[in-house]
């Protein structure tokens, strides 16, 4: 395979770019490579600026789930482009979607619609602090909730990629108010908010980590996160940035029978496109301005473009449930495909697989939280990575991400997948 051009468009990019990147999760640092650039993709394939086409298992990071420039999806849009995709006012659109959310997701009955998901952990928080009166928070070691200043204390994805699960840049006085846990140990929590009596204004969790690889809360510590969150008036946030109606129409509060008091929202609720929204119960919602005290505005928030998918894609799925048990069994013959070739070369592996979301870790036993996640080996993840590259199947260039199936892999993608994985195992047992 030739990359070319994806060469020299990075050599350009680092002219003008930092990185060369907009996003270090694009960067390819830790699998040693430099990145790839992309022109186009159709269905479950994406092409390079080279030509090369792959079988994709990014999709954009979660959003495609019905695969890449669907018709459906597509029919239509140059009507909405011809009558503007920009107002800065109301449109009916909006309505439209938001209604749509609170009719799918359990619990809430409001949405505010943002421009991405960092905004909306960053505008759910501020509400919540408003609502309750309280300044703290406390989140999960390696769950990964955008870049807002207080959230970048042992964040996961690009923060854990390099190395740096904080930031320079951020004040300690940003983050003083931030508490740290344990993901999956309600020890933890219960030993935090004992020593806080009384000042946690929220707990925000991804309740099925992607951030980290994919790492499913236990459903008993989400219910005990909700007890203690009931008990101490504290108000639970869902980040279902990744895992909001990607992981089934209601949700991982649906999947685990978990209501939250608010949830978050990424690029799924519009297609792909740079949308975001924060979502909770009436007497919560209504401490938004201009309703409410609590501050928050944006000129492209529920642009028209973004609205006008968003309703289509979930509209889509609501009436096309199948395309859930579609996706999750497509995951689990690849999860089961892919074990054999583990234990075929003795590949010191665990595959996690929730839904349509998989990761591999190479390491081997219980990875229940950020410690574990920090033993994998980096090193034979970055030779798996290359060998499945130069297959032509492309995965996240990261050990810390997911793999995402959509509706668009078919049969020869998955006889293609177990191939090359099969060949690329060889290749890391010959590196043990």
């Not at 022109?39 to 979660?62: H, L, Q, R, V």
């Not at 996640?373 to 030779?383: H, S």
């Amino acid at each position: 395979m030739k990359f070319d051009e994806s060469n020299k468009a990075y050599q350009d990019a680092c002219k003008v770019i930092p990185g060369g990147v907009n996003s270090p999760v694009r960067a390819f640092k830790s699998v040693g490579r430099i990145p790839l650039f992309i022109k186009s993709a159709k269905g479950s394939k994406i092409i390079d600026e080279d030509n090369n086409t792959y079988i994709d298992y990014i999709g954009s990071w979660g959003p495609m789930i019905l695969g890449h420039s669907h018709d459906y999806l597509n029919d239509g849009v140059e009507d909405i482009i011809e009558d503007g995709i920009s107002y800065g006012f109301s449109t009916k659109k909006e309505i439209r979607l938001a209604k749509l959310m609170v009719d799918l997701y359990p619990g809430v009955d409001k949405v505010r619609m943002v421009n991405s998901g960092t905004e909306a952990t960053m505008s759910a928080l501020r509400v919540a602090r408003g609502y309750t009166g309280k300044d703290k928070i406390v989140k999960f070691e390696g769950n990964y909730h955008g870049h807002n200043d207080s959230l970048l204390v042992s964040a996961g994805s690009g923060a854990l990629t390099f190395q740096t699960p904080t930031s320079p840049g951020v004040p300690y006085d940003v983050i003083k108010n931030t508490l740290v846990c344990r993901y999956n140990d309600i020890e933890s929590v219960q030993q935090v908010v004992s020593e806080n009596k009384g000042e946690i204004a929220a707990i925000i969790i991804e309740p099925i980590a992607a951030n980290m690889g994919l790492i499913p809360a236990k459903k008993e510590f989400l219910i005990e996160l909700r007890n203690i969150c009931d008990k101490e008036g504290i108000v639970l946030i869902f980040d279902e940035v990744i895992s909001g109606f990607r992981i089934g129409l209601d949700g991982a509060a649906g999947y685990y029978g978990v209501t939250p008091d608010m949830a978050c929202f990424g690029k799924i609720i519009g297609a792909g496109m740079p949308v975001g929204a924060y979502a909770g119960k009436k007497e919560i919602m209504d401490y938004v301005s201009p309703v409410g005290p609590v501050y928050q505005a944006g000129t492209l928030s529920g642009n028209p473009l973004a609205m006008h998918l968003g309703y289509k894609l979930l509209s889509y799925l609501k009436e096309h449930q199948e395309v859930y048990s579609d996706i999750e069994d497509y995951a689990v013959k690849l999860k089961n495909a892919m074990q054999i070739s583990i234990d075929k070369y003795h590949v010191p592996c665990t595959i996690h697989q929730c839904g349509s979301l998989l990761t591999v870790f190479f390491k081997e036993g219980n990875i229940v939280n950020y410690d574990d996640v920090k033993e994998c080996n980096v090193d034979l993840y970055a030779i798996y990575f290359n060998a499945m590259l130069n297959q032509n199947i492309l995965l996240a260039p990261s050990q810390f991400e997911a793999m995402f199936v959509s509706h668009a892999h078919n049969q020869d993608d998955f006889d293609k997948t177990v191939d090359a994985f099969d060949k690329s195992m060889a290749k890391v047992a010959g590196a043990l």
